[in-house]
């Protein structure tokens, strides 16, 4: 693909965004540790979610060496109510890196940001682009799924594109100078417009220049002239939207009540309301009908607790780190 095929893209999407992007609290600021603790609270967990959360957090912890200082305890108390709990600790191990590492500065670059401990390509490429501005590609689910609609075709051709090759449309993609905006817009698509289940295509500004929604219309009779041109019915172009692949529509999580990563969650909530609790009182806080026989799977448990940086086991007794 060519600049100018590029180019409507752009500009249409640049658009819409600057029409109707949603007043987020991360966006008002290029401060990279209020970038990072937004991004890392934002994997796995839904907007509406994480906005009082992240409020809450940064009065508790409102400067990079305010969290690099605090007890892990103290931060992982402050987490509750956004799960995944380890984020809590790879986040002041993050911190912590960046000022022993590099004086409390954060470091500029997606490359160098990858050297720190839990930062993944997604999260150096966010903080580069969105507290440094730097014209950078990289890949989260919304970002994947519209680059994959727009330029190679709908979610179910084969064979799917690899990370790698979106990448590179991706980079091919983000205009000169204007890299924050672009991977905002195109990330608020993805949340917004281009849905994984059911993408309104109809309200899409780059409807007309998207290989998946053109490969439907084909496929349904309706001509991409006379999609462009508005000659068929607002409906008729809902009807059109391209549906998601069978296997993605289908595919389920693993139960999650009842499982480890849930009975990991009940431990680590109920060492937040106690200083510490001894095996025998804290098994049947977890499980109701806990018994002595349990005892071994607690400290199963416990112990990839305290591998993970969550949890200290002292003989009988566990707390928090």
Avoid at 55 to 82: K, N
Avoid at 293 to 317: C, F, H, K, P, Y
């Amino acid at each position: 693909m060519s600049q100018t095929d590029f180019d409507p893209i752009q500009r249409a999407l640049l658009a819409w965004f600057s029409a109707n992007a949603r007043d987020l609290p991360w966006r008002r600021t290029r401060d990279p540790y209020r970038i990072l603790v937004s991004e890392i609270m934002l994997q796995q967990t839904p907007v509406d979610r994480v906005i009082p959360k992240y409020h809450a957090f940064l009065a508790s912890f409102p400067t990079l060496e305010a969290l690099a200082d605090a007890p892990a305890a103290e931060v992982i108390r402050i987490w509750a109510g956004l799960g995944y709990n380890r984020r809590a600790v790879n986040l002041q191990r993050a911190v912590r890196a960046v000022r022993e590492s590099y004086g409390g500065q954060f470091p500029p670059t997606a490359q160098m940001l990858q050297t720190l401990p839990g930062i993944g390509p997604y999260t150096a490429g966010a903080i580069a682009c969105f507290a440094f501005e730097h014209d950078v590609a990289f890949l989260d689910t919304n970002i994947r799924r519209v680059l994959r609609r727009a330029l190679v075709g709908p979610d179910d051709m084969e064979p799917r594109p690899s990370d790698r090759a979106l990448l590179a449309l991706g980079a091919a993609l983000v205009p000169l100078g204007q890299g924050w905006a672009w991977n905002q817009a195109i990330m608020e698509l993805g949340a917004l417009i281009c849905t994984a289940v059911a993408p309104t295509c109809r309200r899409c500004p780059i409807s007309p220049d998207c290989r998946a929604y053109a490969a439907r219309a084909a496929a349904d009779g309706v001509s991409l002239q006379a999609m462009v041109g508005g000659a068929i019915t607002g409906r008729a172009l809902g009807e059109i939207a391209p549906r998601p692949a069978k296997r993605v529509a289908e595919r389920k999580e693993a139960p999650y009540l009842g499982s480890r990563r849930w009975y990991r969650g009940k431990i680590i909530d109920a060492l937040r309301e106690h200083t510490s609790l001894p095996l025998s009182r804290l098994g049947p806080l977890v499980k109701p009908d806990y018994s002595e026989s349990d005892t071994a799977w607690l400290r199963d448990v416990i112990s990839g607790l305290a591998r993970d940086g969550l949890a200290v086991l002292d003989g009988d007794e566990v707390r928090l780190p």
